[in-house]
């Protein structure tokens, strides 16, 4: 069972940035793809980003290219997303997810951080 624990949610204003955070424990680290879904008021949950078990493969939804950027540290069993120049639409609850290697679709779900953008 892979439990995971996200942080570094807030409140900031438009154009700011934020890095959330997503402590994994309970698997070895290094065979997990990890991911960061949001989900928005009214709204169906959404892929946001993903990243390889290696790294090296980063994978980003549209509407956050250029602007949102996925890392992993395999010495810290942490991945995080370094938000930059926040909009409003970026609010959301934002969810770290994770899955095994060779799985299609994510098992594990962090408990969500809030994220709001002011205008």
């Known amino acids: 069972q892979v439990q995971l624990v996200e942080s570094g949610g807030g409140l900031v204003q438009a154009g700011g940035s934020l890095r959330l955070s997503c402590a994994a424990s309970g698997r070895t680290f290094s065979v997990l793809v990890m991911g960061w879904f949001r989900q928005a008021p009214g709204k169906e949950r959404e892929f946001v980003a993903g990243?390889?078990?290696?790294?090296?493969?980063?994978t980003y939804a549209d509407s956050v290219k250029g602007r949102f950027t996925v890392s992993r540290d395999g010495d810290k069993n942490t991945v995080y997303l370094q938000m930059n120049s926040l909009k409003p639409e970026d609010t959301a609850v934002y969810y770290c997810?994770?899955?095994?290697?060779?799985?299609?679709?994510?098992?594990?779900w962090g408990q969500g951080t809030q994220v709001t953008v002011s205008s």
């Open positions: 997810a994770a899955r095994d290697r060779q799985e299609t679709t994510y098992d594990y």
């Open positions: 990243i390889s078990t290696s790294g090296l493969s980063k």
